[in-house]
């Protein structure tokens, strides 16, 4: 397989660079990318040693660097080192202050700095709910904006985080115990909200290789025991009449989007 280095530069954490350019090679499934985030590139020193970085790679094709440097001079430089330059705001901006009639005002960090005080408490808020309703540690539901539940490592707290961390939806988790699983029927306390629940399935074979990475060897992560898990897991959300989707091959981003919409929290889409 043919190999090729992406860059994420920043002034800032490269999050938003990591973001973008991790959404475009994932339509190359046919490349061996590596991904090097570089960060707070804020002098001229960090950017010529980010250059420098760019300039020693030799891979099969030409470095890919997604830059979102606020400062032109710093952008001159990290550019200096060569590679396919992807600038994923540049153009955009420039038609946004064509349309607007103003120019821009530049501040490093303004993507993610707070904008909406009230947005930015409420996902607060709802990070502290998802950490005390993680995993049935709190089996209050009265607040929870959804109830995500499924057997153990099928993605449920992550999820949680997302959703909490990026739309402030207050997202508990319940894990199928193997009473639950024996009796093959979800708790009375959560079926109560049943219209806030959502149930999260995964392939076997995945969740043997997500187990034995903690307990190798173990019953827990036994392929079989793995199996058993999902089967009774999916024969209960289909008694239930509860919808679930499968985590195997989907991202973090998607399954989210996908459970507010069935959840009808399509308004926490913005």
Not at 154 to 167: E, F, H, N, V, W
């Amino acid at each position: 397989m043919k190999k090729c280095t992406i860059f994420y530069v920043s002034d800032g954490t490269a999050i938003t660079a990591e973001t973008v350019g991790h959404s475009l090679i994932s339509q190359f499934d046919d490349i061996q990318f590596t991904e090097v985030r570089l960060p707070f590139i804020d002098s001229d020193k960090k950017a010529q040693k980010a250059a420098d970085k760019i300039n020693a790679v030799n891979d099969d094709f030409q470095a890919l660097v997604v830059n979102t440097v606020v400062d032109i001079k710093l952008r001159k430089i990290i550019h200096s080192g060569g590679g396919l330059k992807l600038d994923p705001f540049n153009s955009l901006l420039r038609k946004i202050e064509n349309n607007l009639e103003i120019k821009r005002s530049p501040i490093v960090g303004k993507t993610h700095g707070i904008r909406n005080d009230k947005a930015y408490t409420a996902r607060m808020d709802a990070t502290n709910y998802a950490l005390s309703h993680d995993d049935g540690m709190s089996l209050d539901y009265a607040e929870a904006d959804l109830i995500l539940i499924g057997v153990s490592r099928s993605g449920k707290t992550p999820t949680c985080l997302y959703l909490a961390l990026r739309y402030g939806v207050k997202a508990a988790n319940y894990p199928l115990t193997e009473e639950d699983l024996d009796k093959l029927k979800i708790p009375d306390n959560i079926m109560k909200y049943r219209e806030k629940v959502y149930g999260l399935t995964i392939d076997p074979f995945r969740l043997s290789q997500i187990r034995s990475e903690r307990r190798v060897g173990t019953k827990y992560a036994n392929i079989r025991q793995c199996r058993a898990e999902i089967t009774d897991a999916e024969s209960m959300y289909f008694r239930a009449g509860i919808e679930y989707l499968s985590t195997t091959d989907t991202s973090i981003e998607e399954i989210s989007g996908k459970v507010l919409l069935a959840l009808k929290l399509k308004n926490k889409l913005h």
